[in-house]
């Protein structure tokens, strides 16, 4: 199966497989196929195993072999005794209450057993923990391997030597979001294996962090904890292949990652400028070229040092987690302690990457702790919870942002219309601020002697306010420097770019379509890298990733997949290997995951991922019900557009999908549960 694939896999299939070695192959008469094993977690140092393999047909069995086996895993390395920290006297079996010391948990039992029964856990919410370091003597390149208890929490794991910490959640894999834990897959995967990294090991130990977000954010069961860490030495061959698997060869594609200061420091103690390199490290090993920055929106309390407006100051809501609003005031320690701005615009250029001041166009967050003080102050210029642009009191504090970010050293200026774009009645409004903001880019850039760049994201068509973005004026005219149309949540993901290559033909504005990277966008790694890579065989110059923070913040995976965007010929190999693998992967079909809670949304689309073979026609039924039929992918259930979002009731459906294959029918069933939340 491919990466894809695994990411996608449901629960019984993924449980039957890795806790009981039951697979299920489709449509396979004829056909050549491997089964993979790994012993590596079951078997350490020299082992002779029996391995047995029955061929069922329903309760037939139609074949059966035994083979021996012998191992010899003696130079892999497995970490799972934590009682060998060095700091001994921070870990224990039985921590006394409300002391700062680790839980060495021992004695577990059950199908989600961590190794050998014991895993490194946090026994009292609402304590911060020290590091603990794990002494290694390691000479070499080596394969690093990180697996948690199968529940609700994550871990922050780093080599002595790394200048940055790496999240892992057994929750989030790729598109996985880090801010908000209502937004993972429904189930964690017992058993499963991140592979975080490849390194050189030389005069390495492993230092281990428990997340600040654990220590009092969201449920109580939501908790630091660790089951094992595996090494396995690499030769140099091995190494040279997967540098040259993720290397981004060839043109370099422009993309801009979208970046929340401020959600990243709801989660985190943020007490110094040196604690925001360790974010933008990430983004800088994601590839990204330009780095957007949000510094807040329109009418809301603000991410950086302003003088314009309200800073963000004292406790703040998050959005909710399983029926709960979660506050935190780390948000405002970052205001207290830092200046934010000036110290990521000084990282982003030493990193590499061209810093970009964003504004949201406007949410005031009327009545929360997130309103500012303009919002507060002048309830007759706006519309509900947004800004009304029509008043040109409005646009000239929207430009007093905009100048302050400027005066900090901003080079790039950046203005979404995506969020929230309802107060939007006319394009008049919109297009006069945006020559607003260019006259602005110019002053400045004609006292410097530089370009100052305008970015644009805004409604593609059939999102709500599309019909008041006169992008193509916008183009003409030269306001801005970057078009990116944009879908809202998790509709329209693989909108139409015809006109937008059309509007920008001709001009010195570059056409960068967003593709989301939140857990409502397409999955990763296959779905992305398709819609990436269609962009620029259609003529696009580059990519705007929203949400960027999401897998990048997110998991080791997530910044491995971004990585390879910058790079056209790398997405195509990625692609012909898909192609050449086709005919080793199991026949099956998978479901994108459900972007809340387990169900899917009025406001997201279920989506289709089919491998092990091309079909021909596919058709998607609720309920024996044909709602869809296609001749070639993608596969939506209903469609892209928001009058379909109450298409189907909410409730357990029954979801089945057929894929024509040769002469027959692949044919699959799935309960799915649906919401009806706005």
């Known amino acids: 199966m491919s990466e894809t694939a695994l990411n996608l896999v449901q629960k019984q299939e993924w449980e039957n497989g890795i806790l009981r070695g039951s697979v299920v192959e489709r449509r396979a008469a004829g056909l050549t196929r491997t089964v993979v094993w790994n012993p590596f977690r079951l078997v350490t140092g020299i082992a002779s195993v029996e391995f047995r393999i029955t061929l069922l047909d329903g309760d037939r069995a139609v074949a059966q072999d035994t083979i021996s086996v012998s191992l010899d895993n003696s130079d892999v390395v497995i970490l799972h005794d934590w009682s060998r920290v060095m700091q001994k006297q921070l870990v224990s079996e039985n921590p006394r209450p409300g002391s ?121 069961s939501f908790r630091a904890h660790l089951d094992s860490v595996r090494l396995v030495p690499l030769t140099p061959e091995l190494v040279a292949q997967l540098n040259a698997t993720w290397s981004a060869e060839g043109q370099k594609r422009t993309v801009i990652g979208y970046y929340e200061p401020g959600s990243w420091a709801f989660q985190e103690k943020v007490e110094s400028n040196l604690d925001h390199w360790k974010p933008l490290l990430a983004f800088a090993e994601a590839r990204f070229s330009v780095l957007d920055i949000n510094l807040g929106r329109g009418g809301s309390v603000l991410n ?39 110290t990521e615009l000084k990282y982003a250029r030493q990193l590499g990457m061209k810093p970009a001041a964003n504004f949201g166009a406007t949410s005031c967050y009327v009545g929360s702790d997130l309103e500012s003080n303009f919002s507060k102050e002048h309830p007759e210029w706006r519309s509900g919870d947004e800004l009304r642009y029509d008043v040109p009191e409005v646009r000239r504090f929207m430009l007093a942002l905009f100048e302050e970010a400027l005066q900090i050293g901003a080079e790039r200026l950046s203005l979404d219309w995506c969020r929230y774009p309802e107060t939007l009645k006319s394009k008049g409004p919109v297009t006069e601020f945006m020559r607003e903001l260019r006259r602005l880019a110019d002053r400045y850039g004609n006292l410097r002697s530089v370009h100052i760049d305008i970015l644009a994201r805004f409604p593609a068509r059939g999102v709500p306010s599309w019909q008041y973005m006169d992008y193509r004026t916008w183009a003409r005219e030269q306001l801005v420097d970057f078009l990116c149309p944009s879908n809202i949540q998790g509709r329209h993901l693989n909108f139409d770019l015809s006109e937008y290559l059309a509007a920008t033909k001709g001009t010195k504005t570059r056409l960068l379509p967003n593709v989301t990277a939140h857990i409502w966008g397409l999955s990763m790694p296959g779905m992305f890298w398709e819609r990436v890579l269609r962009c620029y065989e259609e003529g696009c110059e580059g990519a705007y990733v929203y949400q ?38 199991s026949k099956n079909i998978y479901l994108s995951l459900p972007p809340r809670g387990g169900q899917y949304q009025p406001w997201s689309r279920l989506r289709v991922w089919i491998e092990g073979f091309s079909p021909g026609l596919v058709e998607l039924f609720v309920d024996d019900k044909k709602i869809n039929r296609y001749t070639a992918p993608p596969y939506v259930l209903t469609s892209e557009e928001r009058s379909d979002d109450k298409a189907i009731q909410p409730g357990k459906r029954i979801l089945t999908v057929r894929a024509e294959d040769g002469g027959g029918w692949l044919e699959k069933e799935f309960k799915v549960y649906f919401g009806s939340s706005n």
């Open 100 to 220: 700062a010391v680790w839980w060495l948990r021992t004695g577990q039992a059950g199908d989600y057993v961590p190794t050998e029964g014991a895993s490194l856990e946090v026994k009292e919410k609402g304590i911060e923990l020290p590091h603990l370091t794990y002494p290694l003597d390691l000479k070499g390149y080596y394969a690093i391997f990180v697996v948690l208890p199968a529940k609700l929490g994550c871990i922050e794991l780093r080599l002595s030597g790394d200048e940055r910490s790496q999240l892992f959640s057994g929750e989030s894999v790729g598109n996985g979001c880090y801010l908000e834990i209502n937004s993972l897959p429904a189930f964690v995967k017992a058993g499963h294996e991140s592979f975080w990294r490849w390194a050189d090991m030389t005069r390495q130990h492993l230092v281990i962090e428990q997340p600040y977000k654990t220590v009092s954010l969201y449920e109580e």
């Open 304 to 342: 950086y040092e302003s003088r314009v407006d309200s800073q963000l100051l004292g406790a703040v809501h998050g959005d909710p987690s399983h029926g709960k609003v979660p506050h935190s005031s780390a948000a405002a320690l970052m205001q207290e302690y830092t200046n934010t701005f000036a």
């Open 548 to 585: 960027a923070d999401c897998p990048t913040l997110g998991s080791p995976e997530g910044i491995r997949y971004l990585s390879l965007c910058c790079s056209e010929a790398a997405l195509k190999r990625w692609r012909a290997r898909e192609q050449a693998e086709q005919g080793k992967y």
